[in-house]
């Protein structure tokens, strides 16, 4: 096995291990340093609820297909799109969403406090 390798099993190891908040991460770092290799920081997961670029605005998109609607309207079809998201954060997203579409002209509001979005 080629050192490479090793090094990087070690590196995940040790990733997982701190992630998981498993043990055994003396033992795995003892063999790093005994190995020469730089241990880079690790970062937290990625969170799950998190959208590629342009989903939200898509189904923003697709939830005012059928007529002008009120953002929490909106915000309830992210939701039943996106499970995982948790509602307070679809609404966050939806808000977000709606506001970039409207800046890129394809949504209106009509400007009222709890008024209509509607395509453009």
């Known amino acids: 096995m080629q050192d490479k390798t090793i090094d990087g099993a070690l590196l995940e ?3 997982r291990i701190i992630r998981g908040k498993l043990d055994g991460l003396a033992q795995v ?3 790093l340093v005994l190995r020469g290799v730089h241990m880079p920081r690790v970062l937290p997961a990625k969170r799950k609820d998190i959208a590629g670029k342009g989903v939200m605005a898509h189904l923003a998109l697709k939830a005012l297909q059928n007529g002008p609607q009120p ?3 909106v915000s309830k079809c ?4 996106r499970p995982e998201l948790p509602f307070h954060r679809a609404h966050q997203y939806s808000a977000y969403a709606l506001t970039k579409l409207k800046k890129r002209g394809l949504v209106v509001h009509d400007g009222r406090k709890c008024g209509l979005w509607s395509l453009a």
């Open 13 to 15: 190891l040790r990733k």
């Open 29 to 31: 770092e003892t063999l």
């Open 78 to 81: 992210i939701a039943l799109q």
């Open 71 to 73: 953002a929490i309207n």
